[in-house]
Antibody, heavy 122, light 107 residues
Framework: EVQLLESGGGLVQPGGSLRLSCAAS????????MSWVRQAPGKGLEWVSS????????YYGDSVKGRFTTSRDNSKTTVYLQMNSLRADDTAVYFC???????????????WGKGTTVTVSS | EIVLTQSPATLSVSPGERATLSCRAS??????LAWYQQTPGQAPRLLIY???NRATGIPAKFSGSGSGTDFTLTISSLEPEDFAVYYC?????????FGQGTKLEIK
């Protein structure tokens, strides 16, 4: 069974940093891209970032570019989201997402984690 | 950035009836569109990918169609568990984007 378990969420002050982790199991981890998708309270979904299976390629949404960094450790089947310079509008549930490939490019999410909550507030 | 506009924002349908949800893209995404279902407090679930392909385990009552800029998700014979929020998502170009969602509620 495919499982994605996020951790690392919590309360952080504006301007602070946080690192999320997502431990994956049940599939060939390095064969899949991984993504982070977030959902602000009462709002819709926002694609934050993706990383290729090898970790060589990363993609970021405009709202987080330059502040967030996605990485992965295939030996630990874990993907990370380092979040710096956090703002109030980064407050959201962050979902880890197993992402399929199409033509060598990330495509759609076929498995979602349960999410971890990040709250940015003083 | 490609903007996806879903309509209607809320759709009221009776159980047993059919629901038709729309997603329109601000520019062509070819067939690079997926649909997800989300119930309260849960993670989304993939229903349809590449506009018309059902994901593993998704019943035939869910069907997707369209290409270019106009897409439709049709759900037949609505059951209580189908009442949820539905999102479309494009992978035609980065950054990937979602529509704002359609809430399907019981009439």
């Amino acid at each position: 069974e495919v499982q994605l378990l996020e951790s690392g969420g919590g309360l952080v002050q504006p301007g602070g940093s946080l690192r999320l982790s997502c431990a994956a199991s049940g599939f060939s981890f390095s064969s899949y891209a991984m993504s982070w998708v977030r959902q602000a309270p009462g709002k819709g979904l926002e694609w934050v970032s993706s990383i290729s299976g090898s970790g060589d390629s990363t993609y970021y949404g405009d709202s987080v570019k330059g502040r967030f960094t996605t990485s992965r450790d295939n030996s630990k089947t874990t993907v990370y989201l380092q979040m710096n310079s956090l703002r109030a509008d980064d407050t959201a549930v962050y979902f880890c997402a197993k992402t399929t490939y199409s033509s060598g490019y990330p495509s759609h999410v076929d498995v979602w984690g349960k999410g971890t909550t990040v709250t940015v507030s003083s | 950035e490609i903007v996806l506009t879903q309509s209607p924002a809320t759709l009221s349908v009776s159980p047993g009836e059919r629901a038709t949800l729309s997603c329109r893209a601000s520019q062509s995404v070819s067939s690079n569109l997926a649909w997800y279902q989300q119930t309260p407090g849960q993670a989304p679930r993939l229903l349809i990918y590449d506009a018309s392909n059902r994901a593993t385990g998704i019943p035939a009552k869910f069907s997707g169609s369209g290409s270019g800029t106009d897409f439709t998700l049709t759900i037949s014979s609505l059951e209580p568990e189908d009442f949820a929020v539905y999102y479309c998502q494009q992978r035609g170009s980065w950054p990937f984007t979602f529509g704002q969602g359609t809430k399907l509620e019981i009439k």
